[in-house]
């Protein structure tokens, strides 16, 4: 099977560590490129945070530095749940790589731009580095399959009562991507609440090894759930829906975000009896998942010999 080229545009951030262990290593995915946001701690912080996990699993992969916020709102980090660095609970080796000499968005143009083949973009983050892509090179979006982001929720937020963080942290950016009229696949909350590593992967995780003990330590500390109640793994979900799509129930919808006010990054979603054919965006969006497959999916891949 021919690999499936992606670039990952993430906030490294716990759970986006967790995606990117398992797509590192994955024999069905290429990751062209990585590029950092500034969203659950500043830019600086995400791109070292890229950095350590390239060199943490020697891969090749260039890391490109991004947008240091949102387009419009403040920026509001959400450290309480990652740590101060972003991904606090495990001491990682000192890093002697560096990001490449471009800026995010121009490195995507470039590597999409030079592509033979439609590339899949991967926001595990807030979209602000893609929002830029679209609004200054709306070209790329010929070379570009699909987004399948981790993003939104229709059933009540994390980090208010209605707005999920990737959404919340930067809503423009999330809207202007969403009416791109690029396909987009979402993976909201209401499947990675419950895309979760429970005691059987911290069984797993406790009989030790390298990638073990870094996931251990970093998931441990984690304040995104404890493995009594289940951690959740939000940013996998992407990873997971390209290589098992057959674990999530999928509808396609017509979706919004709310742009100002106390509710901002709220995902509505209309009804489908609502819907009419004219109505865009219409998103995949994943309304449910088998949690059982997903985690044991996720112990499987983690557990791969290096
Ligand atoms: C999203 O917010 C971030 O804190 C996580 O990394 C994930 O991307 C979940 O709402
Ligand atoms: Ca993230």
């Given at each position: 099977?021919?690999?499936?080229?992606?670039?990952?545009?993430?906030?490294?951030?716990?759970?986006?560590?967790?995606?990117?262990?398992?797509?590192?290593?994955?024999?069905?995915?290429?990751?062209?490129?990585?590029?950092?946001?500034?969203?659950?701690?500043?830019?600086?912080?995400?791109?070292?945070?890229?950095?350590?996990?390239?060199?943490?699993?020697?891969?090749?992969?260039p890391v490109a530095m991004g947008c240091p916020g949102p387009l419009i709102k403040?920026?509001?980090?959400?450290?309480?749940?990652?740590?101060?660095?972003?991904?606090?609970?495990?001491?990682?080796?000192?890093?002697?790589?560096?990001?490449?000499?471009?800026h995010a968005v121009e490195a995507m143009r470039k590597v999409l731009m030079e592509?033979?083949?439609?590339?899949?973009?991967?926001?595990?983050?807030?979209?602000?580095?893609?929002?830029?892509?679209?609004?200054?090179?709306?070209?790329?979006?010929?070379?570009?399959?699909?987004?399948?982001?981790?993003?939104?929720?229709?059933?009540?937020?994390?980090?208010?009562?209605?707005?999920?963080?990737?959404?919340?942290?930067?809503?423009?950016?999330?809207?202007?991507?969403?009416?791109?009229?690029?396909?987009?696949?979402?993976?909201?909350?209401?499947?990675?609440?419950?895309?979760?590593?429970?005691?059987?992967?911290?069984?797993?995780?406790?009989?030790?090894?390298?990638?073990?003990?870094?996931?251990?330590?970093?998931?441990?500390?984690?304040?995104?759930?404890?493995?009594?109640?289940?951690?959740?793994?939000?940013?996998?979900?992407?990873?997971?829906?390209?290589?098992?799509?057959?674990?999530?129930?999928?509808?396609?919808?017509?979706?919004?975000?709310?742009?100002?006010?106390?509710?901002?990054?709220?995902?509505?979603?209309?009804?489908?009896?609502?819907?009419?054919?004219?109505?865009?965006?219409?998103?995949?969006?994943?309304?449910?998942?088998?949690?059982?497959?997903?985690?044991?999916?996720?112990?499987?891949?983690?557990?791969?010999?290096?």
């Amino acid at each position: 099977m021919a690999k499936r080229s992606i670039i990952i545009d993430t906030d490294p951030g716990i759970d986006d560590a967790a995606a990117m262990a398992v797509a590192f290593r994955h024999p069905d995915l290429d990751i062209k490129l990585i590029t950092t946001v500034g969203a659950n701690v500043t830019v600086d912080k995400t791109t070292a945070n890229a950095l350590k996990l390239v060199e943490f699993f020697d891969v090749d992969i260039p890391v490109a530095m991004g947008c240091p916020g949102p387009l419009i709102k403040p920026h509001q980090p959400s450290s309480f749940i990652h740590g101060e660095s972003g991904m606090d609970g495990y001491d990682f080796p000192p890093v002697t790589r560096k990001p490449i000499d471009l800026h995010a968005v121009e490195a995507m143009r470039k590597v999409l731009m030079e592509s033979d083949e439609k590339i899949t973009l991967i926001p595990i983050g807030s979209q602000t580095n893609i929002a830029i892509l679209f609004h200054m090179y709306p070209e790329v979006k010929e070379k570009i399959d699909e987004i399948i982001c981790m993003g939104g929720s229709t059933i009540g937020g994390n980090v208010n009562s209605s707005a999920e963080f990737n959404y919340f942290c930067d809503p423009h950016a999330a809207a202007m991507v969403l009416k791109s009229g690029v396909p987009i696949t979402m993976m909201g909350l209401n499947v990675t609440n419950r895309a979760c590593a429970t005691k059987k992967t911290e069984a797993m995780l406790k009989q030790g090894g390298r990638i073990q003990d870094m996931l251990y330590g970093i998931m441990d500390f984690y304040k995104g759930g404890t493995f009594e109640e289940g951690i959740r793994l939000h940013d996998v979900c992407p990873i997971c829906y390209m290589i098992h799509p057959e674990f999530f129930t999928m509808d396609q919808r017509f979706l919004e975000v709310v742009l100002e006010g106390p509710a901002a990054g709220t995902t509505v979603m209309q009804p489908n009896m609502f819907q009419t054919d004219d109505r865009e965006p219409k998103v995949n969006y994943a309304m449910d998942v088998d949690s059982e497959a997903f985690e044991d999916w996720f112990i499987a891949e983690i557990s791969k010999p290096e």
